[in-house]
């Protein structure tokens, strides 16, 4: 099945918004993202063919994009754009092999989560009512997550 990369990723974008349904966010960024790896692969070949593509371009490609100064988090949807766009294309029989299967993305920097004052948590136990169930229901929910370190779901 001989097919451009161009008429391909209108046929992706097409079944992303007709077919998924993803919100026109994730369809803008994935159509900028995708536009851009097809500036880069039509530097190499006028009209590259999906076939054409291999592993090598698809890691340069993603290179360029760190040495922008790209973060993390982008440079992990630009890899999502590109696996899905592959992974698309190996499913409808445009490639024979995904070239984006064995691409790995950048760590992600996990942030230490925020922590309340003293003083902060004071306020917060001295906030529900003592005089109603629901304020004494409060009081108790807020002194267990307090004391026990729990998250809200396994409170729940």
């Given at each position: 099945?001989?097919?451009?990369?161009?008429?391909?990723?209108?046929?992706?974008?097409?079944?992303?918004?007709?077919?998924?349904q993803v919100s026109p966010?994730?369809?803008?960024?994935?159509?900028?993202?995708?536009?851009?790896?097809?500036?880069?692969?039509?530097?190499?070949?006028?009209?590259?063919?999906?076939?054409?593509?291999?592993?090598?371009?698809?890691?340069?490609?993603?290179?360029?994009?760190?040495?922008?100064?790209?973060?993390?988090?982008?440079?992990?949807?630009?890899?999502s754009s590109i696996r899905?766009?592959?992974?698309?294309?190996?499913?409808?029989?445009?490639?024979?092999?995904?070239?984006?299967?064995?691409?790995?993305?950048?760590?992600r920097h996990r942030r230490?989560?925020?922590?309340?004052?003293?003083?902060?948590?004071?306020?917060?136990?001295?906030?529900?009512?003592?005089?109603?169930?629901?304020?004494?229901?409060?009081?108790?929910?807020?002194?267990?997550?307090?004391?026990?370190?729990?998250?809200?779901?396994?409170?729940?």
């Amino acid at each position: 099945m001989a097919t451009s990369l161009d008429s391909a990723l209108i046929e992706f974008l097409r079944h992303l918004r007709e077919v998924r349904q993803v919100s026109p966010h994730t369809l803008r960024a994935y159509e900028r993202d995708l536009m851009g790896l097809l500036e880069t692969l039509h530097e190499e070949a006028e009209q590259p063919r999906p076939q054409e593509v291999r592993t090598v371009r698809l890691r340069l490609h993603l290179g360029v994009l760190s040495d922008r100064g790209l973060g993390p988090t982008t440079m992990a949807r630009h890899l999502s754009s590109i696996r899905s766009f592959f992974r698309w294309m190996e499913q409808r029989g445009f490639i024979d092999a995904n070239p984006a299967a064995g691409l790995r993305g950048p760590r992600r920097h996990r942030r230490l989560p925020r922590y309340l004052e003293e003083a902060e948590v004071e306020t917060l136990l001295s906030t529900p009512r003592h005089d109603d169930p629901e304020g004494l229901r409060d009081q108790s929910i807020l002194e267990v997550l307090y004391s026990t370190g729990c998250r809200v779901s396994e409170l729940v």
